[in-house]
C-alpha cells in the first residue's frame, strides 16, 4: 500500500459522497483523485487503469463544466434523467465490441496484468462515467457492475487498499442510485 493509493482512496471516498449528494465539487475533487491513480495504476502496470485515469480526467472536467453551466438558458441545474433503452443497448454492444479489442490488444502488446479484465474497466468506467456526467440514473448500474469486477482485479494484483475502495464504491453506487431515483425528473430523458 503506496502513499498515492492512501490518498486517491480518501479521495475517491470524498468525490463519490459529493456525487451521491449531486454537489459540483465532486468535479474538481475527482480530478485529483484520478491524477493520483493514474500513477498508482502504472506502478502497478494496470496500464489500462492507468488509461482510464486520463481519460477520466478529460470527462470530469467536461463533467465539471456541464454541471456548472446547468441545462437552461436560465442557468436551471442540471437534473437527473433516464437514458433511452436503445441508447443503452447501443453503449453495451460497443462497450463488449471495444473491450475484446483493447484487451486483446493489450495483451499481445504489453506484459499487463488481466489485460481483458482491466479492458473491461477501462472501457465500461469510460461509458459510466460519461453517463454521470450528463447526470443520467443508470450510470449507477454502470458502476455497479465495474466496481464488482474491479473489486476482484485490484484484490489478484495485492491493490488491496484499492480493492476496499471499490467495495465501498459498490456500496455508496447503490446508495447513490436510490438517492438519484428520488430526485429523477419523469419526463427527462437524454441521449
Same mark, same amino acid.
Given at each position: 500500500?503506496?502513499?498515492?493509493? $492512501? ?16 454537489h459540483v465539487w465532486t468535479w474538481p475533487v475527482g480530478l485529483v483523485q484520478v491524477a493520483v491513480y493514474a500513477w498508482v495504476f502504472y506502478d502497478a502496470k494496470l496500464y489500462s ?8 480526467? +478529460?470527462? !470530469?472536467?467536461?463533467g465539471w463544466w456541464h454541471w456548472w453551466r446547468g441545462t437552461g438558458t436560465d442557468g436551471a441545474p442540471l437534473r437527473v434523467s433516464r437514458t433511452p433503452a436503445r441508447v443503452l ?6 462497450? +463488449? ?34 453517463? !454521470? ?11 455497479? $457492475?465495474?466496481?464488482?469486477?474491479? $473489486? ?18 459498490? $456500496? ?12 429523477? !425528473? ?6
Amino acid at each position: 500500500m503506496s502513499l498515492g493509493e $492512501i490518498i486517491g482512496t480518501v479521495l475517491g471516498i470524498v468525490g463519490v459522497v459529493l456525487m451521491i449528494r449531486q454537489h459540483v465539487w465532486t468535479w474538481p475533487v475527482g480530478l485529483v483523485q484520478v491524477a493520483v491513480y493514474a500513477w498508482v495504476f502504472y506502478d502497478a502496470k494496470l496500464y489500462s487503469d492507468a488509461i482510464l485515469q486520463i481519460c477520466f480526467f +478529460a470527462i !470530469q472536467a467536461y463533467g465539471w463544466w456541464h454541471w456548472w453551466r446547468g441545462t437552461g438558458t436560465d442557468g436551471a441545474p442540471l437534473r437527473v434523467s433516464r437514458t433511452p433503452a436503445r441508447v443503452l443497448f447501443g453503449w453495451g454492444l460497443g462497450g +463488449a465490441i471495444v473491450t475484446a479489442l483493447w484487451g486483446e490488444t493489450i495483451r499481445r502488446t504489453t506484459d499487463a496484468a488481466l489485460p481483458h479484465w482491466d479492458a473491461f474497466i477501462l472501457v465500461f468506467s469510460l461509458i459510466a462515467q460519461w453517463l !454521470q456526467a450528463r447526470k443520467q440514473l443508470e450510470n449507477w448500474a454502470g458502476w455497479m $457492475i465495474v466496481n464488482v469486477v474491479a $473489486i476482484g482485479v485490484y484484490w489478484a494484483k495485492d491493490l488491496r487498499l484499492t480493492a476496499g475502495l471499490y467495495v465501498v464504491f459498490l $456500496i455508496l453506487a447503490v446508495v447513490g442510485h436510490r438517492q438519484w431515483c428520488r430526485t429523477l !425528473q419523469p419526463e427527462a430523458s437524454h441521449g
